[in-house]
T-cell receptor, first 114, second 114 residues
C-alpha cells in the first residue's frame, strides 16, 4: 500500500480557499486517491475520490497531476464548520476481490479562524 | 435511511475485563470493518467481516475478535483489556466491491480502560 505524506496542520480564515497537498510517491497503477474528513468525536466522512486529473463535487475539488505522485484537496471558501482533520488515503478499491481496508495516516488538522 | 449505528456511546472498563461493542451497518451494506483510533492519531484497521467471516485483519492481537450476524450487524470483542486499549472504536460499512474506498463510519464507541 502506498504511503502518504501530508502537512500535520494548517490554519485558514473564513471565506478563503484551502488547498491541502498529499504526497504519494509510490502510488500503484490501480490505486485511487481518497480523502476523508473527521470532526472531533465523530467517525471519518468520505469527501472525494479520484484517479487522475480533476474531480469536483459539491464539497471539494481534487487535483491530481499526470504523474499522480501527489494530489491536492481544495476546499472553496471555508467556514468555521470546516475545522476538522483531513485524511489522504491511497489504495485499490478492487483489491482482494473488493475487500479493502483503509490505511489512515495522521491526517492534516485544519483550523479555520473567524 | 439510518446510517451506521454503534452502541454503546461510551464505556468504562477495568484492566483485565472483557468488552463487547456493537455495530449496525448502513442499510444495503453487507461488509463491516472495525477501526481503533487512539487520541490524536488516525484510525487503525482491526478487521473486516463479510458473509459472517473475517476477511482481512490488521496488526492486532488475538484478544481482539469479532462476529458478523446474518443481518450484517457485527460485534467487536476485546478480552483481557489493557490501558492501551483506551480509544475510539469505529465501525464502517460498505457494499462489497463497490468503491470500497468509500466506507461509511459510525460515530464510534469511546472505550476508557482504568
Amino acid at each position: 500500500l502506498a504511503k502518504t505524506t501530508q502537512p500535520i496542520s494548517m490554519d485558514s480564515y473564513e471565506g478563503q480557499e484551502v488547498n491541502i497537498t498529499c504526497s504519494h510517491n509510490n502510488i500503484a497503477t490501480n490505486d485511487y486517491i481518497t480523502w476523508y474528513q473527521q470532526f472531533p468525536s465523530q467517525g471519518p466522512r468520505f469527501i472525494i475520490q479520484g484517479y487522475k486529473t480533476k474531480v469536483t463535487n459539491e464539497v471539494a475539488s481534487l487535483f491530481i497531476p499526470a504523474d499522480r505522485k501527489s494530489s491536492t484537496l481544495s476546499l472553496p471558501r471555508v467556514s468555521l464548520s470546516d475545522t476538522a482533520v483531513y485524511y489522504c488515503l491511497v489504495g485499490d478499491p478492487r483489491l482482494s476481490g473488493g475487500y479493502n481496508k483503509l490505511i489512515f495516516g495522521a491526517g492534516t488538522r485544519l483550523a479555520v479562524h473567524p | 435511511d439510518a446510517g451506521v449505528t454503534q452502541s454503546p456511546t461510551h464505556l468504562i472498563k477495568t484492566r483485565g475485563q472483557q468488552v463487547t461493542l456493537r455495530c449496525s451497518p448502513k442499510s444495503g451494506h453487507d461488509t463491516v470493518s472495525w477501526y481503533q483510533q487512539a487520541l490524536g492519531q488516525g484510525p487503525q484497521f482491526i478487521f473486516q467481516y463479510y458473509e459472517e467471516e473475517e476477511r482481512q485483519r490488521g496488526n492486532f492481537p488475538d484478544r481482539f475478535s469479532g462476529h458478523q450476524f446474518p443481518n450484517y450487524s457485527s460485534e467487536l470483542n476485546v478480552n483481557a483489556l489493557l490501558l492501551g486499549d483506551s480509544a475510539l472504536y469505529l465501525c464502517a460499512s460498505s457494499p462489497l466491491g463497490q468503491g470500497a474506498n468509500e466506507q461509511y463510519f459510525g460515530p464510534g464507541t469511546r472505550l476508557t480502560v482504568t
